[in-house]
C-alpha cells in the first residue's frame, strides 16, 4: 500500500541554525500539508500547499518557515532560524479529491538545543 | 472556525471491556469528521471518517462511529478492548471537502489492562 515516507526521523540542531524536513507524498496525490506536534499538545496545522502554491497557512506558518515541491515527488519545509519553540514532532499528510482522507506519514521529530 | 474538544486526557478500561472515547466539534458548515490513532513513536493513521449519509461508520480494528448532528458529537466506540488497542486517539474535523484542513482535538489515551 502507498504510504508518505519523511526523512530524517530525527533531527537535532542548535538554535538559529536552518533546517529542511523532508517528505515523499503519495504518488497520485496533489494536495500536501505539514502538521505539528509539539510533546504533550495537540496536532496543530501549518500550512496546505496545492499547484505549487500556498493553500492556506496558520499564524504558526510565519516568516521563519517556507514549503517547496523541488521536483515530481519531494514536498520540504524549511525552518529558516530555528528557536527552541520549534521543538516539535513534523508530520507531512497528502491527499487527492477522490479519497477524502489526509494520510499521514511517520513524522519527524526535530530537537532545538 | 472548527474545533474539537475530547472529554478525558486518559481513559482506562479493562481487556474485553466496552471502549467509548468522547468527542464533541464545532463547526460552521457541515463537517467532515475523522478518528486517527497514533501508536508510540509512530505517525496517525485513520480510524474511520464520516463524510455524508449513513451517520453509523465502521473502521478498522472493529472500532465504529455515529455522528449525531443534534448533539455535535462523534464518539468513538469498539464492544471488546484489546491489549494492542492501547494507544493515543485524535478526533478532528474539516471543511466538507476532502482537502481543507484538520482541526485535531487534544487527544485521548487509551491504557487497557489485563
Known amino acids: 500500500e502507498p504510504e508518505v515516507t519523511q526523512t530524517p526521523s530525527h533531527q537535532v540542531t542548535q538554535m538559529g541554525q536552518e533546517v529542511i524536513l523532508r517528505c515523499v507524498p503519495i504518488?497520485?496525490?496533489?494536495?500536501f500539508y505539514w502538521y505539528r506536534q509539539i510533546l504533550g499538545q495537540k496536532v496543530e496545522f501549518l500550512v496546505s500547499?496545492?499547484?505549487?502554491?500556498?493553500?492556506?497557512k496558520s499564524e504558526i506558518f510565519d516568516d521563519q518557515f517556507s514549503v517547496e515541491r523541488p521536483d515530481g515527488s519531494n514536498f520540504t519545509l524549511k525552518i529558516r532560524s530555528t528557536k527552541l519553540e520549534d521543538s516539535a514532532m513534523y508530520f507531512c499528510?497528502?491527499?487527492?479529491?477522490?479519497?477524502?482522507?489526509?494520510?499521514f506519514g511517520p513524522g519527524t521529530r526535530l530537537t532545538v538545543l | 472556525a472548527q474545533s474539537v474538544t475530547q472529554l478525558g486526557s486518559h481513559v482506562s478500561v479493562s481487556e474485553g471491556a466496552l471502549v467509548l472515547l468522547r468527542c464533541n466539534y464545532s463547526?460552521?458548515?457541515?463537517?467532515?469528521l475523522f478518528w486517527y490513532v497514533q501508536y508510540p513513536n509512530q505517525g496517525l493513521q485513520l480510524l474511520l471518517k464520516?463524510?455524508?449519509?449513513?451517520?453509523l461508520v465502521k473502521g478498522i480494528n472493529g472500532f465504529e462511529a455515529e455522528f449525531k448532528k443534534s448533539e455535535t458529537s462523534f464518539h468513538l466506540t469498539k464492544p471488546s478492548a484489546h491489549m494492542s488497542d492501547a494507544a493515543e486517539y485524535f478526533c478532528?474535523?474539516?471543511?466538507?471537502?476532502?482537502?481543507?484542513?484538520?482541526?485535531f482535538g487534544t487527544g485521548t489515551r487509551l491504557l487497557v489492562s489485563p
Open positions: 500547499f496545492y499547484n505549487n502554491e500556498i493553500s492556506e
Open positions: 499528510a497528502s491527499t487527492t479529491p477522490a479519497t477524502d482522507t489526509q494520510y
Open positions: 463547526s460552521s458548515v457541515p463537517p467532515y
Open positions: 478532528a474535523v474539516s471543511g466538507n471537502t476532502g482537502f481543507q484542513k484538520l482541526v
Open positions: 504518488s497520485n496525490h496533489l494536495y
Open positions: 464520516y463524510t455524508t449519509g449513513a451517520t
